[in-house]
C-alpha cells in the first residue's frame, strides 16, 4: 500500500527509530540505491576521458581525482544547490527556490554534464513522485520552472518527505561517489575490493564536503578542478566512449 508523506509509518519501527526516522531512512536508501532508475550508470562526468588521457591509470590516482571531485569540484557544488533547494522548499519559497534551480542549471560547465544531471534530476523526479505521491510535491516542481538538476531535484523531493536535510546531503553525495567508481572500476579496469577500498577512503571527504555544504551560501560557490572541467568538455568528441558524459 503506498504511503503518502503526511502518512505515519508504523510506530514500532524497529532498531529504536521512531517512525518518521525509519520513513526517512527507507526512503532515502531507495531513492539513491543504484537500482533506483534514473540511468546514473551511463555517466562517467570525464572520467572516462581522464582514463584515456592518462591521468587515472590505476586505484590510487582514481582515488585522488575522485577526491578533488567531491571536495572541491562538482560535488560540494551540488551538495550546496541541494541544501539550498531543501531549505527553500521545506519553507515554500517559491521565488528563492527558482533562483536556485535556475543557477544549478547554469553552474554545469559542459553539454553532457547538463545532459547528465537534468536526465538524472528529470527521472528521479518523475519515478519519486509516481511510486511516492506526496502533498505539495507537485507545487514545488511547477515552482522551479523547466529542467530540475538532479541535486535540486533530491533536495525538493527530500523537503517535500520530510527527509532531514543532514542524511539527505551524506545519502546524495555517497551516491555520486559510488557512481564514480562504478565508472572507474569499468575505465582503468579495477576489481570489486579496490573499488571498496576507495569507496571506505572517501568516507571522511564524504561527511566533510556535507558539512560544509550545510553552513554554505551560494556565495560560496565555485570550483578549482580545471582538469575535471576539461575532460568533461573533452569527453563530447572523444572518439571510443563507452558513456555519455
Same mark, same amino acid.
Given at each position: 500500500? %503506498? ?80 541544501? $539550498? ?17 535556475? %543557477? ?10 547538463? %545532459? ?75 576489481? $570489486? ?48 566512449? %563507452?558513456?555519455?558524459?
Amino acid at each position: 500500500m %503506498l504511503m503518502t508523506a503526511n502518512e505515519q509509518a508504523p510506530a514500532d519501527a524497529p532498531g529504536g527509530m521512531n517512525s518518521e526516522q525509519s520513513a526517512s531512512l527507507y526512503r532515502l536508501m531507495t531513492w539513491l540505491s543504484p537500482s533506483f532508475p534514473v540511468g546514473a550508470f551511463s555517466y562517467s562526468s570525464g572520467i572516462e576521458w581522464a582514463v584515456e588521457a592518462g591521468d587515472i591509470t590505476n586505484a590510487a590516482a582514481l582515488r585522488d581525482w575522485l577526491g578533488a571531485m567531491l571536495s572541491d569540484g562538482s560535488g560540494f557544488c551540488d551538495a550546496v544547490f541541494l541544501a $539550498q533547494a531543501h531549505r527553500a522548499a521545506s519553507a515554500q519559497g517559491d521565488a528563492p527556490l527558482r533562483g536556485i534551480a535556475e %543557477l544549478a542549471a547554469a553552474f554545469v560547465p559542459s553539454r553532457e554534464r547538463q %545532459l547528465e544531471t537534468s536526465t538524472q534530476g528529470r527521472a528521479f523526479i518523475e519515478i519519486a513522485r509516481s511510486a511516492w505521491p506526496c502533498e505539495g510535491l507537485d507545487g514545488l516542481i511547477a515552482a522551479c520552472g523547466g529542467d530540475t538538476v538532479y541535486p535540486v531535484a533530491v533536495g525538493i523531493v527530500s523537503a517535500a518527505h520530510g527527509v532531514p536535510l543532514a542524511p539527505a546531503l551524506q545519502a546524495f553525495l555517497h551516491a555520486v561517489v559510488a557512481n564514480w567508481i562504478f565508472a572507474g572500476a569499468r575505465l582503468v579496469p579495477l576489481g $570489486q575490493t579496490d573499488s571498496q577500498r576507495i569507496l571506505a577512503s572517501l568516507e571522511a571527504d564524504v561527511a566533510a564536503t556535507a558539512g560544509r555544504a550545510l553552513t554554505a551560501s551560494l556565495d560560496d560557490l565555485g570550483s578549482a578542478t580545471f582538469r575535471a572541467d576539461l575532460a568533461g568538455l573533452r569527453h563530447e568528441t572523444q572518439y571510443t566512449r %563507452l558513456f555519455r558524459s
